[in-house]
């Protein structure tokens, strides 16, 4: 059940979160920035979490920033995470040291035949946790809505929610103008002060949040179990090929290159074992999109938009919150026309800022409306008459010079019947999109009049 909806006072820390993605290769360390205020004395401080680790343990209340030497090897320090304890790497007067086994990591090595294993200690540890921080009961935690930091969102939502305390969430562009010129790395202090000034411009994160949020995790791990399992049968595709011209006794006049595929992949435990994940993902992926009130209250009456373009459409627009405008959410999926006329697609000197994948499935959804074109549906209907329109606004098919992507000139005909098509495909599109926008708004609004989501 959700929890109540009325807006809840903050009667404890507030503290600001400006999570980015950790460090990538070949760039600099990017740690989550938290400021941590405590109304009693109106002191702010200030920490860095580095890792994805750190997140974690700051959710549990155990996330250390000072250490003490350990004085007496014979201590036990178990009680302590492990991944919490310093070690260094053991020199050889180490091995003179009667030390406890918990500050001592050791390598293995199997002993030949009926030799007993090799015991070699590598690292002895010298430094343990001394004080942490932490959320704590009646925490109001402040974060920006969408992007990176969902999942760390959805988890202190889900521990505040029994602590007293809550998340509260402000969209990006709102964000945007309270910070105006200032640094993207003061957005901790930033955050923790709108939360007091500027409160109704945050949403609290609530149950029907972290379900979205969920989705948005079914389907990524979706998509990524389906690449593997493409790449797997591109991999096994190369290799009966490759096996087959390679070969030394003859030339398999009498066999199918398809067939020898087709043997090796239902042969392969790989390709199984992929295709068994896949499975089990892509119905993960189905319960989680049925049971939004989203999918039930919007995409389910929409011909065409099944459990699956609904998951990749959400994951893309992760909430409608996000968006202050429908303009907004269809450049956002790349729906929209350009001022010239021409389709939004990857151009020399234009900026293609769209995101890909729910662009992808805007297309996927065109499709769709393209199917149910003679048929009497609301999107199927419109898509015919933009056809017939278009058409009656260009007659003649015309040559025109463009510049390609290679930066040269070329000629392009226009107003072909499939140009037509495309063109009343995407203006179609840019109104399902607008109408979407206006839809997912409405439910948002209606959620949050009702005393239980």
């Known amino acids: ?46 920490f860095k979490l580095e890792t994805e680790q750190d997140e ?48 001592c990591h050791y390598e293995i090595k199997k002993g030949k035949k009926e030799a007993p294993d090799i015991r070699t200690l590598v690292e002895v540890a010298t430094d343990v946790p001394s004080e942490y921080i932490g959320v704590q009961r009646k925490d109001t935690v402040a974060m920006i809505l969408g992007g990176s930091g969902d999942y760390f969102a959805h988890a202190l939502s889900r521990k505040l929610s029994e602590m007293d305390g809550m998340v509260l969430r402000i969209p990006p562009f709102k964000l945007k103008e309270h910070r105006g010129e200032a640094s993207k790395d003061d957005d901790c202090d930033l955050l923790v002060k709108l939360a007091i000034d500027h409160r109704s411009d ?34 096994i595709a190369q290799l009966a090929i490759g096996d087959i011209f390679c070969r030394d006794d003859g030339y398999f006049p009498e066999g199918s290159l398809l067939n020898e595929v087709l043997k090796l992949k239902a042969s392969s435990p790989v390709l199984l074992a992929l295709e068994q994940e896949e499975g089990l993902a892509l119905k993960n992926l189905e319960k989680a999109v049925q049971a939004l009130d989203i999918f039930q209250e919007v995409f389910a009456h929409i011909p065409g938009c099944g459990p699956r373009i609904t998951a990749g459409l959400m994951s893309a627009i992760v909430d409608i919150r996000r968006f202050k405008t429908a303009a907004k959410l269809v450049k956002y999926l790349g729906a929209h026309v350009l001022p010239d006329g021409t389709f939004p697609r990857r151009r020399i000197g234009q900026t293609s800022n769209w995101d890909p994948d729910g662009r992808q499935e805007v297309w996927n ?60 495909t995407w203006r179609t599109l840019t109104r399902f999109t607008e109408s979407l926008w206006t839809e997912l708004w409405k439910l948002e609004k209606s959620a949050k009049a009702s005393p239980q989501g």
């Not at 009656?392 to 390609?404: C, G, L, R, T, Y």
């Open 202 to 235: 945050f949403y609290q994160a609530l149950t029907r949040d972290r379900s979205i949020i969920r989705l948005r995790n079914a389907y990524l791990h979706r998509m990524n179990v389906m690449g593997q399992r493409i790449a797997c049968e591109q991999r």
């Open 1 to 46: 059940m959700q929890e109540i909806i009325a807006e809840k006072p903050i009667t404890g820390r507030i503290i600001g979160i400006s999570h980015r993605i950790k460090q990538k290769k070949d760039q600099e360390p990017r740690p989550t920035l938290i400021a941590i205020s405590n109304p009693t004395t109106d002191d702010v401080q200030h």
């Open 365 to 424: 959804i065109g499709g769709q409306f393209l199917r149910q074109i003679n048929s009497d549906t609301k999107w199927g209907n419109y898509l015919k008459k933009m056809k017939i329109a278009l058409r009656a606004k260009h007659p003649d098919i015309v040559e025109v010079v463009v510049i390609n992507k290679d930066g040269k000139k070329a000629k392009v005909k226009r107003y072909t019947n499939g140009h037509i098509q495309k063109m009343a």
């Open 56 to 103: 974690l343990d700051f959710l549990n209340g155990i996330c250390p920033i000072k250490w003490k030497p350990i004085t007496v090897p014979s201590d036990n320090i178990s009680a302590y995470p492990e991944h919490q304890v310093v070690f260094r790497s053991a020199k050889d007067e180490d091995i003179l040291v009667d030390r406890h086994s918990s500050q």
